[in-house]
C-alpha cells in the first residue's frame, strides 16, 4: 500500500519528494511481515536453537552497522535525513532475520520451497530498501533509480512464494 501511495505521489502528482503516508503505510508493511513471520515460527517451534538466535540477532545488526558506516562516512547536509531512514532499513533487516530462522526451520517440511523463494524475494527486497534509503539520504534519489528493480523483483517473487506456499499446503 505505502509503495502505492509512493508512486501515486511522483507519477500522478509529480511530487518528487517522499510522501509521510507513504512511508507509514511502508513501515506498518514491515511491522505486518514481521508478525506473519513470528507466527508462522512459532507454529514449527517454541524456542529457537542458539545458531537460530545468533543469525536472528546477527544478521540484522551486520546489515544495519554495514549501511550506518558507509551513510556516516559520506559528507551528509543534515544527519536527520540518516536518522529518518534508518528505521526503514532497521525494519527491512529484521524481516529478512526472520524470514532466514523461518527458513532454517522449514527444511523438513513440504514448505521449503516456498521459504526458499520468499527468502530471495525479501533479500532482493533488502537490498533495494538499503539502495533507495542510502540514496534518498544523500538527496540523490530519482525516479529511475536502480532500487525500483529490486523493490519491483522483490514484490513479483514474494507474490510468487505466497502462491507457492498456498499450492503446497
Keep these: 500500500m505505502g509503495e502505492l501511495i509512493f508512486f501515486y505521489y511522483v507519477d500522478f502528482l509529480l511530487y518528487q519528494e517522499y510522501s509521510i503516508l507513504g512511508d507509514i503505510f511502508i513501515f506498518a ?3 505486518f511481515m514481521m508478525a506473519h513471520i513470528v507466527i508462522n515460527v512459532r507454529y514449527f517451534v517454541e524456542k529457537l536453537e542458539n545458531s537460530q538466535k ?21 559528507p551528509l547536509e543534515d544527519t536527520g535525513e540518516f536518522y529518518y531512514y534508518l528505521p526503514f532499513v ?9 524470514a532466514t530462522v523461518a527458513f532454517t526451520l522449514s ?41 525500483n528493480v529490486f523493490w519491483i523483483s522483490s514484490s ?14
Design 54 to 74: 545468533s543469525l536472528l540477532i546477527g544478521l540484522p545488526v551486520v546489515i544495519i552497522l554495514g549501511y550506518s558506516l558507509v551513510v556516516t562516512n559520506m
Design 156 to 169: 513479483s517473487i514474494i507474490i510468487y512464494a505466497l502462491y507457492k506456499h498456498q499450492k503446497s499446503i
Design 90 to 98: 532497521s525494519a527491512s533487516s529484521i524481516v529478512l532475520g526472520l
Design 107 to 147: 527444511r523438513q517440511t513440504a514448505l521449503i520451497s516456498a521459504w526458499f523463494v520468499l527468502l530471495i524475494g525479501l533479500v532482493i527486497g533488502t537490498i533495494g530498501d538499503i539502495l533507495y534509503n542510502y540514496a534518498a539520504t544523500l538527496g540523490i534519489y530519482s525516479v529511475n533509480d536502480f532500487s
Design 29 to 31: 508493511g514491515y511491522l
